[in-house]
């Protein structure tokens, strides 16, 4: 039983981030609203709260994003199996997408259908990530006090600053208030 219950799983991870990987248009967080539909609504290997939380996570570390996500979540569901085939899942589609894509493009580019198609894809992409930033600010919000509601709006404007107006790389960004965070939640205010 376990062992078919395990096999569920890695073929859910498999669907799941193969899903992603083949709707990835306009970057990674794009694929957000995505995956936490297929992770935690259709298939439950996830609650909103860890999807939540794995958001946060990925952005702390180097690399894309949906590689990211595959590896924690496969290794979450299903260990070391788990994350080579949802990294796999993933980067399979992405590749082959990208390689035909970039092969025509290069060709056609300058066409006007062409450059039109590649409109209506901003837009949806740029739809995606508004998506994610809703579904990410509905998590990190929910339960916050109103004093916890308005230092996290505060320190969110002050990375926004620090990033787009002072160039801070983001990765600094991230590390610097990941500490801040941690002081916070060392003196008690989480």
Do not use: C
């Not at 936490?36 to 894309?64: C, H, M, Q, W």
């Amino acid at each position: 039983m376990a062992v078919e219950h395990l096999f569920k799983d890695i073929l859910d991870l498999f669907i799941a981030f193969l899903k992603a990987g083949l709707i990835m248009f306009g970057g990674g967080h794009v694929v957000i609203p995505i995956l936490k539909y297929e992770l935690v609504e259709n298939r439950k290997l996830l609650v909103e709260s860890e999807f939540i939380d794995l958001i946060a996570l990925t952005e702390g570390v180097p690399g894309p994003i949906t590689v990211k996500m595959a590896t924690f979540v496969g290794y979450r569901v299903a260990g070391f199996i788990g994350s080579i085939v949802a990294i796999i899942a993933v980067v399979i589609p992405t590749f082959l997408i990208a390689f035909t894509v970039i092969t025509v493009l290069h060709h056609y580019y300058q066409h006007p259908l062409v450059k039109s198609l590649l409109k209506g894809i901003r837009i949806a992409a740029l739809s995606l990530i508004l998506v994610a930033v809703v579904t990410l600010a509905r998590g990190i919000f929910r339960g916050l006090s109103h004093t916890q509601t308005i230092v996290t709006i505060l320190l969110t404007s002050a990375s926004i600053i620090l990033v787009e107006v002072f160039r801070v790389e983001p990765l600094v960004a991230v590390g610097l208030f990941a500490v801040i965070g941690l002081v916070l939640g060392l003196v008690g205010f989480w």
